[in-house]
């Protein structure tokens, strides 16, 4: 099955200004961009547009500011790197919609950029707001998304702005889609997926469809730290989301009764603190005692992993096993990077996480398909459909 949304390279832009959905959610340090993927990954649909002669207005989010402006999330930072990797000034609006914004895009001719200022400065983003999508929807002709990064959400931007202004896949998006269906319709199982990261809440929901799905689930990350808390072990200054413990022991129940098979964790690194130079210490089981954090999953856990990896016919990963940027705390995941490296079946990597650990190691070239999107590839891999997706033209 082919992909079957229209394609950025059959729209006629031409003297015509786009509004381009562009995934620009990096990471910054010291308002600079520390990780460019993200923006490199769109620069083949931004220059095929610009050749075409289009105008660019371009919307991102960045972070998750609850709907108001945050000055250390401006996307000003990331618009200056993006026009030294272009070639071309990239003009900053100040906001994301309003007068001032309105004659800036008025202003464009062939081959202007515009960035809008972060979209969740505005409450009506995550609420995909009519008004909202109306307001981006007036600055342009015609709507491209390519942020498949953020496809699995029907904000404003990614799904109401469709409703009003005929919609395009942009390049990085089609190939996402078609790489991913691709895995999906030629399944090679057993099929292991690894788990880990910080945001439990939205890895929870995943597990509860993977049960249905996968042959193994290998969780690792903070996101182990619910689920023991869930089965009354003690977790100590470990980071626990609160809603995620109800969730991991909803979990842990249907995963008694599915075929597949759910693994935590047999063992930790500990750390004193969040630090470089923390006092540290391997724990042989998973009781964290009081004034420790558990930051990485241990020895025998990693190598265990590494097998069940090794042994897939099909790997799904999303989400470190620790804190991988600190050198104490970045085993576990080092073990499950090459080992999904090396694993004969097809890999398929998501996450931004997830790849800055991959890239971090030098394994970035060894894996079949690294997703620029998480949850998106996560909920594609499921067989959910994507609204930013389903929103766009019929090829």
């Not at 059959?10 to 340090?29: H, T």
């Not at 980071?239 to 909803?250: F, H, N, P, T, Y």
Request: aromatic share 4%; charged share 25%.
């Amino acid at each position: 099955m082919g992909f079957s949304k229209a394609s950025v390279r059959d729209a006629e832009v031409g003297g015509r200004r786009v509004l381009v959905r562009v995934d620009f959610n990096v990471p910054l340090d010291d308002g600079r961009v520390a990780d460019e993927t993200r923006i490199r990954a769109a620069l083949p649909t931004l220059e095929l547009l610009r050749e075409r002669g289009a105008a660019l207005v371009l919307v991102s989010h960045l972070g998750r500011p609850k709907g108001k402006p945050e000055p250390a999330l401006s996307m000003r930072p990331v618009g200056e790197r993006l026009s030294e990797l272009l070639g071309a000034e990239v003009q900053q609006a100040p906001a994301v919609i309003g007068g001032d914004v309105e004659t800036m895009a008025e202003g464009m001719g062939p081959g202007d950029v515009l960035l809008l200022e972060n979209v969740r400065f505005e409450p009506g983003e995550t609420e995909n707001d009519p008004k909202l999508a109306g307001a981006l929807a007036e600055l342009a002709d015609l709507y491209v998304n390519d942020a498949f990064g953020a496809a699995h959400r029907a904000h404003a931007s990614t799904e109401g702005v469709a409703r009003h202004l005929q919609g395009y896949a942009g390049l990085l998006l089609e190939r996402e889609v078609t790489e991913l269906t691709r895995v999906v319709e030629s399944l090679q199982r057993p099929l292991v997926v690894v788990l880990g990261g910080a945001k439990v809440t939205d890895k929870i929901g995943m597990i509860d469809r993977f049960l249905e799905i996968a042959d193994r689930i290998l969780i690792g990350g903070a996101v182990c730290f619910s689920f023991f808390r869930a089965q009354g072990v003690a977790t100590g200054d470990s980071l626990v989301e609160e809603a995620g413990v109800r969730l991991a022991a909803e979990a842990l129940e249907r995963a008694a009764s599915s075929a597949c098979e759910l693994r935590l964790p047999v063992d930790l690194v500990l750390g004193e603190r969040f630090d470089a130079g923390a006092e540290h210490r391997e724990s042989d089981g998973v009781e964290v005692p009081d004034g420790w954090i558990g930051l990485d999953i241990g020895p025998r856990t990693a190598a265990a992993y590494a097998e069940a990896i090794g042994a897939a016919g099909t790997v799904l990963w999303n989400g470190p096993m620790g804190v991988f940027e600190l050198e104490l705390f970045a085993a576990g995941t080092r073990a499950v990077a090459e080992a999904v490296a090396e694993a004969p079946g097809t890999t398929v990597v998501g996450g931004g996480d997830s790849v800055a650990a991959l890239q971090q190691f030098g394994l970035g070239e060894k894996v079949d398909w690294l997703s620029t999107g998480g949850g998106a590839s996560l909920e594609l891999l499921e067989g959910k459909k994507l609204p930013g997706v389903e929103a766009l033209l019929d090829a």
